[in-house]
């Protein structure tokens, strides 16, 4: 794993746990809707598209946390939710959740971190107003305070 891909998880993972600490009982892990685009159904769909090498890999990383009986359930129930039969339990799903940045290739971990920050980051605005002859004089203040926001 090289320091992009070392970055990209840890990044993902700080989401994954900020979103599960955040939003349990107020709409992110609950069935009811709302007003958020980026649902438990989207990080089900990425850990339901794994390939199956993946799958086993987080399966195997599951049983060494949680022991064998769990991990023998979570097969089961992954199964289960792949075949559409059951809904996915949030206990089951959080620890799938904790593992999951260890075992995605890194273009999905930034396709995950891109809806992540689409969805949950600040959102800001700009007005400004130039013309031909001020625009690098006004513009060159406007992107160095984006920078320093930034960082």
Known sequence: MNIGDSIAA???????IFLAKSYRGSGFF??????RKYHKSVLVRV????PENTVKELLDLYKKEFGPGPARYARQ????????????????FNRFLVHMPKVMS?????EVLRHFMEEYSAKDEYELDVTT????EKLD???RQIIDKAF
């Open 133 to 136: 002859e001020d625009w690098d």
């Open 30 to 35: 609950s069935r009811n809707q709302d007003s």
């Open 47 to 50: 850990l339901l598209d794994l």
């Open 10 to 16: 840890l990044l993902v993972l700080v989401f994954v």
């Open 141 to 143: 203040p406007l992107v």
């Open 77 to 92: 129930t992954f199964r289960k939710w792949k075949e559409g039969h059951v809904q996915p339990a949030t206990q089951t």
């Open 106 to 110: 890194y273009d999905l971990k930034c």
